[in-house]
């Protein structure tokens, strides 16, 4: 199955701006406007941080945001805290064939 | 809210049913879909279902394994798995989704750990 390509770690201090991105193909990530992103802490079931792109459900913080560049979504995490230290994954419908498909994973760590 | 089943032990080759009670919406305005992960590994994608129409997709990895119902008048959706393997043990999540099985997925069911184990 297809995998959209996520860096393993990504890292930052209190305060800072982290960006992760979320690599695909111009089947997918390229192709539709449906990249959603999640946050998952350790034993937790994932959470819906980011859905189209850029869009954010209510209840989550303006510190993140997300945008698309070509083939690269990219998450960014603003004015880092302790609690955004977790797993967060991307996904992307990409077609009939494949229909949904998630990135490998980034675990970010606040310094 | 999306509250799934208890933990299940299965032996290779058997099958395991995974349901997920949805409550707080309309069950039938919106999608159940499921993913899996594996121990200490990334989120899977399985398959969704409509509880509007009962469209499903399955990911080509689970098809012909794999089967996803909706019951519209109880508002739970059910995965079943067969010919399990060692290497499907995994905790199985259940989401809502958007009416077409291509958006977002939220909120999610707290997981059902299934062991696969001779």
């Known amino acids: 199955q297809s995998v959209l390509t996520q860096p393993p770690s990504a890292s930052g201090s209190p305060g800072q701006s982290v960006t992760i991105s979320c690599t695909g193909t111009s089947s997918d990530v390229g192709a539709y406007d449906y990249v959603s992103w999640y946050q998952q802490h350790p034993g937790k079931a994932p959470k819906l941080l980011i859905y189209e792109v850029y869009k954010r459900p209510s209840g989550v913080p303006d510190r993140f945001s997300g945008s698309k560049s070509g083939n690269t979504a990219s998450l960014t995490v603003s004015g880092l805290q302790p609690d955004d230290e977790a797993d967060y994954y991307c996904?992307?419908?990409?077609?009939?064939?494949?229909?949904?498909?998630f990135g490998g994973g980034t675990k970010l760590t606040v310094l | 809210q999306m509250v799934q089943s208890g933990p299940e032990v299965k032996k290779p080759g058997a099958s395991v049913k995974v349901s997920c009670k949805a409550s707080g919406y309309h069950f039938v305005n919106f999608g159940v879909a499921w993913v899996r992960q594996a121990p200490g590994q990334g989120l899977e994608w399985m398959g969704w279902i409509s509880a509007y129409n009962g469209n499903r997709d399955y990911a080509q990895k689970f098809q012909g394994r794999v089967t996803m119902t909706a019951d519209t008048s109880t508002g739970t959706a059910n995965m079943e798995l067969r010919s399990l393997r060692s290497d499907d043990t995994a905790i199985y999540y259940c989401?809502?989704?958007?009416?077409?099985?291509?958006?977002?997925?939220?909120?999610w069911g707290q997981g059902t750990l299934v062991t696969v184990s001779s």
């Open positions: 996904n992307s419908y990409a077609g009939r064939s494949n229909f949904v498909i």
């Open positions: 989401a809502r989704c958007d009416r077409l099985g291509l958006s977002w997925l939220d909120p």
